[in-house]
């Protein structure tokens, strides 16, 4: 059974960055695929990145490339979420979730198709 723990979420100001950590238990995370959703009070839990398990593919909602970057880092079990120019619409809980895959190349966006998740971290972006 895998783990994932992130952190990294906190208080930030408007047009400020923060980078989230996932850090997975086990020895075979190059074999996941992870994703980033978050989830605003009050709303449904949405896609934010996703990333294959080798790393070499990423995908991202339309309209928000160039402000998120996913990323991973196999030797450390970790996968990161690097957001920029935040605002106070950012504000969620961010979850990070992974799926076994086997295929270095494939990337999942829905929800359902993640078997693991963390208990998510607070990201709250002032005005």
């Known amino acids: 059974q895998v783990q994932l723990v992130e952190s990294g979420g906190g208080l930030v100001q408007a047009g400020g960055s923060l980078r989230l950590s996932c850090t997975a238990s086990g020895r075979t995370f190059s074999s996941y695929a992870m994703g980033w959703f978050r989830q605003a009070l009050g709303k449904e839990r949405e896609f934010v990145a996703a990333?294959?398990?080798?790393?070499?593919?990423?995908y991202y909602p339309a309209g928000v490339i160039g402000r998120r970057t996913i990323s991973r880092d196999n030797a450390k079990n970790t996968v990161f979420l690097q957001i920029n120019s935040l605002k106070p619409e950012d504000t969620a809980v961010y979850f990070c979730?992974?799926?076994?895959?086997?295929?270095?190349?494939?990337?999942?966006?829905?929800?359902?198709?993640?078997?693991?998740w963390g208990q998510g971290t607070q990201v709250t972006v002032s005005s």
């Open positions: 990333i294959s398990g080798s790393g070499s593919d990423t």
């Open positions: 979730a992974g799926t076994e895959v086997g295929n270095g190349s494939i990337f999942y966006t829905k929800r359902y198709e993640y078997a693991h």
